[in-house]
């Protein structure tokens, strides 16, 4: 299969939909359009393609059972093509998050062995260990500021 005929999955959707039964054809819809959406020029240049690839078919997965199939002019290609598209925006930030926590780990494990003239691994189990701020790395959330409703003032007499 080269491409995915909107008719033919939409009809592989019905078949869920009555059934509860996801067929290999429907799999191989979902895996099709990952892939080919992972060659897009936004997404190609990653080294954990395959693993967005499979994040991306486990959120069509999920959320299969939103998209609403008797709906007229329901366009099965379009939602799951929108579905791809957020896991990996999704997947994505969470390996930036992940790869920042690595970086900082491996800056403090060089400053707390750059005095060290120790050989064995063993011999860094009596190094003092401080703790690592990872709130900083992860990014604190900002609290959205609520505009305060300013109360009515009476009329000056």
């Given at each position: 299969?080269?491409?995915?005929n909107n008719?033919n999955l ?20 979902l895996l ?126």
């Amino acid at each position: 299969m080269n491409y995915v005929n909107n008719e033919n999955l939409l009809e592989e959707i019905r078949i869920y939909s009555e059934t509860g039964v996801r067929t290999e054809a429907l799999g191989a819809m979902l895996l099709l359009i990952a892939s080919r959406y992972a060659e897009k020029g936004s997404f190609a240049g990653y080294s954990w393609k395959d693993d967005m690839i499979c994040e991306a078919v486990l959120t069509c997965i999920k959320y299969m059972h939103n998209f609403e199939v008797e709906k007229e002019g329901a366009n099965p290609f379009a939602y799951f093509s929108k579905v791809v598209h957020n896991s990996f925006l999704n997947y994505i930030a969470k390996q930036k998050k992940h790869s920042n926590i690595k970086d900082v780990c491996y800056k403090n494990v060089e400053a707390l062995t750059q005095d060290c003239d120790c050989v064995d691994p063993d011999d860094y189990q009596f190094f003092n260990v401080t703790a690592i701020d990872y709130q900083s790395i992860r990014g604190k959330k900002k609290k959205k500021k609520r505009k305060r409703k300013k109360k009515p003032t009476e009329a000056k007499k």
